[in-house]
């Protein structure tokens, strides 16, 4: 593990992280919001496209975690080429 990875595992989660994830063979590219998802009874990090709609998926804050140390996904969003 090299120390950006460290740094990251010992720093909270940000409310919001901006990625690209493979699920089921599809990309979603966006941002994930910390957000209750009233179908889970839980708080989840859900998905949002790029435009803002709300998108399908989501997944919990331990799985957040592992992306964010991974760095699959960052607290800063995401530019468009």
């Given at each position: 593990?090299?120390?950006e990875s460290?740094?990251?595992l010992?720093?909270?989660l940000p409310?919001?992280?901006?990625?690209?994830?493979?699920?089921?063979?599809?990309?979603k590219s966006g941002e994930f919001r910390y957000k209750y998802n009233r179908w889970s009874d839980r708080f989840e990090y859900?998905?949002?496209?790029?435009?803002?709609n709300k998108g399908?998926?989501?997944f919990s804050?331990?799985?957040?975690?592992?992306?964010y140390v991974q760095m699959q996904l960052s607290a800063t969003?995401?530019?468009q080429s």
């Open positions: 593990m090299d120390a460290i740094k990251r010992k720093e909270p409310l919001t992280l901006y990625g690209e994830i493979t699920v089921n063979g599809k990309t859900l998905y949002y496209t790029p435009k803002g399908s998926g989501g804050a331990n799985r957040a975690r592992i992306l969003p995401l530019t």
